[in-house]
């Protein structure tokens, strides 16, 4: 079973910037797919970006230029630079993994990272 953790979460003001962390409890080069999706009130999860073992990445066009989806193999740690954040941004934010695909669907989930923009 992979454990997921993110931190990073926090407020900034509007064009500010974050570094969302997601430290997996397994060799993360060993997974296929690692993303980041948001959810924000009343709306459902969207895929923010994901990169898959390889180290093609995808972004929503919502945060290309903005946001840089990357991982740490040796740290087992993914991460996600967002920069120019924007008040739409605001949003909870999810680390996810899968060890067979790299779609919208996810079998592993953290909890979750508050990041809201001002």
């Known amino acids: 079973h992979v454990q997921l953790v993110e931190s990073g979460g926090g407020s900034v003001q509007a064009g500010g910037s974050l570094r969302l962390s997601c430290a997996a409890s397994?060799?993360?080069?060993?997974?296929?797919?690692m993303a980041w999706f948001h959810q924000a009130p009343g709306k459902d999860h969207e895929l923010v970006a994901r990169i898959d073992r390889a180290g093609t990445t995808w972004y929503r066009d919502s945060v290309k230029d903005r946001f840089t989806i990357s991982k740490d193999n040796a740290k087992n740690t993914l991460y996600l630079q967002m920069n120019s954040l924007k008040s739409e941004d605001t949003a909870m934010y999810y680390c996810?993994?899968?060890?067979?695909?790299?779609?919208?669907?996810?079998?592993?989930w953290g909890q979750g990272t508050q990041v809201t923009v001002s």
């Open positions: 996810a993994a899968d060890n067979i695909y790299c779609g919208t669907g996810f079998a592993y």
């Open positions: 397994v060799d993360t080069s060993s997974l296929y797919c």
